[in-house]
DNA sequence: CTTATTCCCTGATTGC
DNA sequence: TGCAATCAGGGAATAA
């Protein structure tokens, strides 16, 4: 489940391996026929990246963007167990390698997704795939003012808008449930009925949590790995995410598990108000 | 416009 | 021990 940390982790360490490498060899696995969602033919799509240069490694929210030699950028999104490895030894084959991209100095990107949720776009156009997310939560994109206007009139739980990428770009359940208890707000109030000094504080602790983690390395309790095959570390520090039943850090209190549009969501009944 | 629900996917876990 | 039901959730699509 890459969120914004793991895939700016991601970011980080396959900039210096692929800046400037050129793709000689793709492969999709006819397995995995929806990994290509533009164009969505896999031929058509390998044949728009074998030659190609790439210029640099860049992220918008969960996505990842390779700007090409070309002008087209190369887009992917990890979805729930999606892994992009880059690997200087030989080709390391198992069921789950749904895509393969050798690159000019020998080394290749390798593309795992067990579950076959994960999308790629070539487009010339990178706003086709990402031009409805909202601001970055780590750049000055995010303002309690521009957040505090997002959520006016809604009155959708404050966790469900959180998780919505057109209010935030980069937010997913476990970053979504630690920022609200950072923050000390219940997830099932009103969107709308938060005040600007609430605002304030969920901006902080959102960018509080999510660079936190990402100075973990992300967090690995199912299937995410960087792109050297390894995994996080933040789950060795999250507060409330998959610790119901056990004492608030804050408080004391028992942490509770509910269902918040129809996904899992942690928090203290006590000091999340 | 809003909010809620379903679907895609499959391995791991839980229940009987 | 086996087998079925449930769970995990990002985002598109659909329903209301």
């Not at 409330?240 to 056990?246: E, F, I, L, P």
Request: charged letters at 25%; a positive charge.
């Amino acid at each position: 489940m890459p969120e914004l940390p793991e895939v700016e982790t991601i970011r980080c360490q396959l900039l210096p391996l692929v800046s400037g490498r050129a793709i000689v060899d793709a492969w999709l696995s006819p397995e995995a026929p929806r990994l290509p969602a533009f164009p969505p033919d896999a031929g058509a799509f390998a044949s728009l990246l074998v030659g190609r240069r790439l210029l640099s490694v860049e992220r918008r929210g969960k996505y990842l963007l390779f700007p090409l030699d070309d002008g087209h950028t190369w887009i992917v999104h990890l979805r729930m167990t999606g892994a992009l490895v880059h690997s200087s030894a030989g080709a390391v084959e198992d069921r789950f390698l749904r895509a393969r991209f050798r690159l000019d100095d020998g080394c290749h990107l390798y593309y795992r997704d067990v579950r076959k949720l994960g999308r790629m776009w070539v487009v010339a156009d990178p706003a086709q795939v990402v031009g409805k997310l909202g601001p970055e939560p780590l750049s000055e994109g995010l303002s309690a003012a521009a957040l505090l206007a997002a959520l006016r009139g809604r009155r959708a739980p404050i966790k469900a808008l959180l998780l919505d990428q057109g209010t935030l770009a980069g937010l997913g359940n476990i970053y979504a449930d630690e920022a609200l208890h950072e923050a000390a707000i219940s997830p099932l109030r009103p969107a709308g009925s938060l005040t600007p000094e609430e605002a304030e504080r969920l901006c902080q602790a959102i960018r509080r949590v999510l660079a936190g983690a990402t100075r973990h390395g992300g967090t690995s309790f199912w299937a995410y790995l960087d792109a050297r095959g390894e995994r996080g570390q933040h789950q060795l520090h999250v507060r409330v995410y998959r610790r119901q039943g056990q004492p608030c850090p804050r408080c004391g209190a028992a942490v509770a598990r509910v269902r918040v549009g129809g996904r899992s969501c942690h928090y203290c009944p006590a000091c999340q108000v």
